[in-house]
Nanobody, 115 residues
Framework: QVQLVESGGGLVQAGGSLSLSCVASGSIFSINRMGWYRQAPGKQRDLVASITSGGSTNYEDSVKGRFTISRDNAKNTVYLQMNSLKPEDTAVYYC?????????WGKGTVVTVSS
């Protein structure tokens, strides 16, 4: 089992920045890919960014150049630095951790970007 706890959400004005963190605990040795998903009101949950244990990253097109995902394996933590935030980035952001067996989800942290 893997437990994930996100932090760092909040309210920010358009153009501002926020940094999200997610700490993993439990069977962390089994984690390969970690990522961030988001779900805006009335919309489906979509991938924002992911990073493998080796550091390879993947981004959703709308956040490329604005968001940066990083990972500190020693601290069992994945980060999402979000710059140049837009109102359309408003959503609940969820941390994920993939093992061979399944994907684990955090409870989410709310990001609200005001115009």
């Amino acid at each position: 089992q893997v437990q994930l706890v996100e932090s760092g959400g909040g309210l920010v004005q358009a153009g501002g920045s926020l940094s999200l963190s997610c700490v993993a605990s439990g069977s962390i040795f089994s984690i390969n890919r970690m990522g961030w998903y988001r779900q805006a009101p009335g919309k489906q949950r979509d991938l924002v960014a992911s990073i493998t244990s080796g550091g390879s990253t993947n981004y959703e097109d709308s956040v490329k150049g604005r968001f940066t995902i990083s990972r500190d394996n020693a601290k069992n933590t994945v980060y999402l630095q979000m710059n140049s935030l837009k109102p359309e980035d408003t959503a609940v952001y969820y941390c994920t951790a993939d093992t061979m067996e399944r994907r684990y989800w955090g409870k989410g942290t709310v990001v609200t970007v005001s115009s």
